[in-house]
């Protein structure tokens, strides 16, 4: 684990919720198993493989000497995880973790929880998709000319998409998630940072909710964040192109739809390939690049982010061969 034992002594302060070593990327051989994430004022590592008490032994020194470096006189607190065959189990090594606990990331604030579940409540590998929408919002506040942007955001988890759009000058999202206790965080995280309008929250099937969803549109910006395989609830391989079909009638003209996939099995041809098919009047723009520590030996492993544009109002729809040039 040398190559996060050398992050470790050289890391500093962190201010805003972020990884700091990704061994998953396949970049630091032997270091595969390991990730370390700051969840200020807490740090988690995370294992996915077994770690043995001596390794976790040298962790807790590796730890405690930086942070005596860089924040003499505080409490290290850290987390420990370990995921096996799809189960985790956490504990905490030192300190305490807050209750809430509230982190940042560009200025928005976000409820987590790092002591229960895989998922704490916000995913930082998609910093950058959710820079990305904020940067387009701010540079497209009236697409039509008349209205600020609406935007749907689909599993929409703790809606941080929705608290970034909101923040940029969106009028309305409209946030769909089937888990009532994540949609639940969701709007816990729109009042942390004073988001009182402009948000609704169905905790809904997406598949079955089809009717409200199409009733608040057109949309501006779609956003879909689909977990790759969650039994009852989404299946990438057959529920993604149910997805597709429906984003030419949802997307108003001149629109965006960010597609994300988090899946080393899938890469970019099953999105592209598929959107082809199923959606050729979208028309690929862009693949959002995922933050710098998350960097793959193989990108096509990684999270694909990939930003498709609607036709504007007075331009031909594309033919499926137009779509295929692409």
């Known amino acids: 684990m040398q190559a996060l034992l050398d992050t470790i002594a050289s890391m500093d302060m962190p201010q805003d919720a972020q990884r700091l070593f990704h061994g998953r990327g396949g970049r630091y051989p032997g ?4 990730t370390l994430d700051a969840y200020p004022p807490v740090w988690v590592v995370t294992s996915f493989l077994p770690a043995s ?8 020194t590796a730890l405690q000497a930086r942070w005596a470096q860089i924040a003499p006189g505080q409490p290290l607190n850290w987390v420990f995880q370990q995921r096996l065959e799809g189960r985790a189990e956490t504990r905490l090594m030192a300190g305490n973790v807050p209750e809430p606990h509230v982190v940042s990331e560009r200025g928005a604030q976000y409820r987590v929880h790092v002591l229960k579940g895989q998922n704490h409540g916000l995913f930082l590998d998609m910093a950058e ?3 990305w929408v904020r940067e387009h919002l701010l540079a497209h506040p009236h697409p039509n000319g008349l209205r600020a942007p609406k935007v749907l955001n689909l599993f929409a988890y703790s809606c941080a998409f929705s608290v970034v759009a909101l923040q940029a000058g969106a009028r309305q999202v409209v946030n769909v998630d089937m888990s009532s206790g994540a949609i639940a965080i969701g709007q816990q995280n729109h009042r942390l940072n004073g988001l009182d ?9 997406i598949f079955t909710t089809w009717g409200k969803i199409n009733r608040a549109g057109p949309y501006d910006l779609i956003v879909v964040d689909p977990p790759t395989h969650q039994k009852g609830s989404f299946v990438a391989t057959k529920d993604y192109a149910r997805l597709m079909r429906r984003l030419p009638d949802l997307l108003a003209p001149d629109g965006r739809a960010l597609l994300c996939l988090n899946s080393p099995t899938l890469g970019l041809d099953f999105l592209q390939g598929q959107m082809r098919e199923l959606a050729p009047s979208l028309v690929f723009e862009q693949r959002v690049a995922n933050p710098a520590v998350f960097a793959d030996t193989n990108e096509d492993r990684s999270l694909k982010v990939l930003v498709y544009r ?11 061969d137009d779509a295929k040039s692409v």
Request: with cysteine; aromatic share 6%; hydrophobic share 35%.
């Open 31 to 34: 270091c595969e198993q390991w």
């Open 53 to 60: 008490d001596s390794e976790l032994a040298t962790l807790q």
């Open 129 to 131: 998709g959710r820079r």
């Open 197 to 205: 309008t402009g948000a609704s929250f169905l905790a809904h099937d």
């Open 310 to 320: 609607a036709a504007p109002a007075d331009t031909p729809t594309a033919t499926a």
